[in-house]
């Protein structure tokens, strides 16, 4: 599948909570989960975009984002995850 995610086009930093997530896989009708938790709690699957709006949690720490992608049959692909710090 060749999973890979860049928060704000791969930036070192941000100045705001709200970024957009550039999100890539191999394959057809993917779906994917992004969140802050590495173990995706209390997220469900979603259809893939290769762009994707995402709000980071307070604070002024480094944040991490992960994703995970699913095809047809059902294959997840492995964890990616990209970090920013907040400004």
């Known amino acids: ?7 704000a086009d791969d930036s070192t930093y941000t100045a705001s909570r709200n970024v957009i997530l550039s ?14 938790d590495s173990s995706f709690s209390g997220v469900s ?5 290769p762009k994707k709006g995402f709000t980071l949690s307070t604070g002024n720490e480094s944040k ?8 047809d049959f059902e294959f997840e ?11």
């Open 1 to 7: 599948m060749n999973p890979n995610i860049k928060i």
């Open 23 to 36: 999100l890539s896989a191999e394959g057809e009708n993917l779906k994917m989960k992004v969140s802050e």
């Open 45 to 49: 699957w979603e259809n893939f975009t």
């Open 64 to 71: 991490t984002v992960y994703a995970k992608f699913m095809n």
């Open 77 to 87: 692909s492995s964890m990616v995850s990209d970090n920013i710090q907040p400004q």
